[in-house]
């Protein structure tokens, strides 16, 4: 009965390639998250769509591509995937984007680039 | 520029041996201040929200606090239990109404039995 559930957990792939991970929250919830956490344990946001409509997009390469295909996914696209892409991403949802109302996440895909 | 920053990094404490964590935060203007708990392997888990200095929330051995320029996450006679990453977080002016969160780099704590 998972509220916030991504796959895969673990991705392990080379240079170059390009990779999906997948959201999915059946929470009910209005608007997800990608945020991405470095090996210092910082997570700093990525992106952020509403109702499908994208909301926040940090300073995040082009490569990165999400995609929200209804209210309740929210997928991250890795186009030709670097070293310093190595990182734990996590998705999250919230009822709305106000200020009352706590982020709830997934538990995360530990992407690492060899 | 919003900042978040926690201390200690690393916290080791014996069972029962009550201690604090602390949260810094320099922003525009505070909307709120989140504490989330992050076990190993697993997303953050949402603890407490305050809005505004002098607010104070429990919950069980923990009990968050909030002045114009920190947040401390007590804990009263932690168990082994407790073990884990907090993780503290803003929510700016600054990020307007979009639910953005400034997170600082986290206290590990470990309780040993």
């Known amino acids: 009965d998972t509220a916030v559930s991504q796959t895969p957990k673990y991705l392990v792939t080379q240079m170059g390639n390009d990779k999906s991970i997948k959201c999915e929250q059946n929470?009910?919830?209005?608007?997800m998250y990608w945020y991405k956490q470095d090996s210092k344990k910082f997570l700093k946001i990525m992106f952020s769509y509403n109702n499908k409509e994208l909301i926040i997009n940090e300073t995040v390469p082009n490569r990165f591509s999400p995609k929200s295909p209804d209210k309740a996914h929210l997928n991250l696209h890795i186009n030709s995937l670097e070293l310093g892409d190595s990182a734990v991403y996590f998705c999250a949802s919230s009822l709305e984007y106000a200020i009352n109302s706590p982020l709830h996440f997934g538990n995360g895909t530990r992407l690492t680039v060899t | 520029e919003d900042q978040v920053t926690q201390s200690p990094e690393a916290l080791r404490l014996q069972e029962g041996e009550s201690s604090s964590l602390n949260c810094s935060y320099t922003?525009?203007?505070?909307?709120?201040l989140f504490w989330y708990r992050q076990d190993p392997g697993k997303g953050p888990e949402f603890l407490f929200t305050?809005?505004?200095a002098g607010e104070e929330k429990e919950k069980e051995r923990l009990k968050a606090t909030l002045t114009k320029k920190e947040s401390f996450l007590h804990i009263t006679a932690p168990k082994p239990e407790d073990s884990a990453t907090y993780l503290c977080?803003?929510?700016?002016?600054?990020?307007?109404?979009?639910?953005?969160?400034?997170f600082g780099q986290g206290t590990t704590l470990q309780v040993k039995p």
């Open positions: 929470l009910g919830h209005d608007t």
């Open positions: 977080a803003v929510q700016a002016n600054s990020g307007g109404n979009t639910g953005k969160l400034i």
């Open positions: 305050l809005y505004s």
């Open positions: 922003v525009s203007g505070l909307r709120g």
